[in-house]
């Protein structure tokens, strides 16, 4: 079992960024797939960057390719997810998810075992 913490959500203007973080309490992530998914009001859950812990392949949504950059430490077992020329359509909650045996890198989310409580991003127009 693992448990995820995210932060470092909050609202932002148009073309700004943030940051957020996702830690993974009590063990490492070790050989984990890292994803972060996201969910705006009545819409269904929606993939947004994964990446291999061990040998840090990414894969990014159409969406946000080129905008966001997931990204790990493993010294702070922490994976981030850094969000630049952010649009209001990027308002959601987004989550923190992880697949402990690696798999490849997957947009489903059935593909993910462990998930953190989310957090806001609000982007004003």
């Known amino acids: 079992q693992v448990r995820l913490v995210e932060s470092g959500g909050g609202l932002v203007q148009a073309g700004g960024s943030l940051s957020l973080s996702c830690a993974a309490s009590?063990?490492?992530?070790?050989?984990?797939?890292v994803a972060w998914f996201r969910q705006a009001p009545g819409k269904e859950r929606e993939f947004v960057a994964a990446?291999?812990?061990?040998?840090?392949?990414?894969y990014y949504a159409e969406s946000v390719e080129g905008r966001f950059t997931i990204s790990r430490d493993g010294a702070k077992n922490t994976v981030y997810l850094q969000m630049n020329s952010l649009k209001p359509e990027d308002t959601a909650v987004y989550y923190c998810?992880?697949?402990?045996?690696?798999?490849?890198?997957?947009?489903?989310?059935?593909?993910?075992?462990?998930w953190g409580q989310g957090t806001q991003v609000t982007v004003s127009s």
């Open positions: 990446i291999y812990w061990s040998g840090g392949s990414t």
């Open positions: 998810a992880a697949d402990p045996y690696g798999r490849p890198l997957s947009s489903r989310v059935t593909s993910y075992n462990y």
């Open positions: 009590e063990r490492t992530f070790g050989s984990y797939t």
